[in-house]
């Protein structure tokens, strides 16, 4: 009696563990095919920029070259000098298109289920990988967009995040303001993704 229940409980212990290994694997591969496909939706977008804006799209097709590349990626410091002191890009370019594009990447990230830190690592890797090789290939790398990506993607990622996550468990509060509407809005991707759920 003793030894049945044994084995049905060794048995049911190994049902369930390899199910939760299951699910673990499950649940790993969801998160490759998810990074697979958030790759595939920025590279989409950073080709975008970089054929869409014409003085990158220049500067990568007339000197754009593996010799630039391997320049910044070797001499990093004195790359990001020179590139600073030539970047002459507009207000608008440096302290607005910049911040913005690499807030909402990061805003992207978090409403795809990614970890902080994850989000995080994502958007400095693009973004050394913009400036070091994408418009590096044509110019320097510039510490004003650097900068610039890092702030903003932080701010998104450990602030305008938390904050619209707070304000949407407020709203399934019965006892909710008006005010935690605004707050669910400080990542838009949060309430339209839950209207598009709808």
């Known amino acids: 009696m ?5 084995v049905t409980c060794a048995l049911l212990g190994c049902s369930l563990s390899s199910r939760a290994q299951a699910q673990s694997v499950q649940k790993r591969d969801d998160r490759w095919k998810r990074f697979g496909v958030d790759l595939l939706v920025v ?14 799209r220049h500067a990568i097709l007339d000197r754009g070259s593996w010799g630039h590349v391997g320049r910044n990626i070797s001499h990093p410091i004195q ?3 020179l590139g600073t002191r030539r970047d ?38 693009h973004s050394y990988v913009w400036e070091f090789m994408i418009e590096g290939s044509g110019v320097p790398p510039s510490g004003k967009d650097l900068l610039s990506n890092l702030a903003a993607s932080s701010v998104a990622i450990f602030a305008l995040d938390r904050i619209s996550r707070y304000g949407e468990r407020q709203l399934g509060e019965p006892s909710h303001a008006w005010y935690h509407h605004l707050l669910h809005w400080t990542n838009p991707l949060n309430p339209l993704h839950d209207l598009l759920r709808k």
């Open 88 to 125: 002459t890009d507009p207000f608008a370019i440096n302290f607005v298109a910049h911040p913005l594009s690499y807030a909402g990447m990061g805003l992207y990230l978090k409403e795809r289920g990614y970890r902080d830190w994850n989000a995080f690592l994502f958007t400095q890797a």
């Open 79 to 81: 790359q990001v000098r």
């Open 2 to 6: 003793f030894a049945a229940g044994f």
């Open 43 to 56: 590279g989409g977008a950073t080709t975008a920029a970089a054929l869409g804006i014409a003085n990158v």
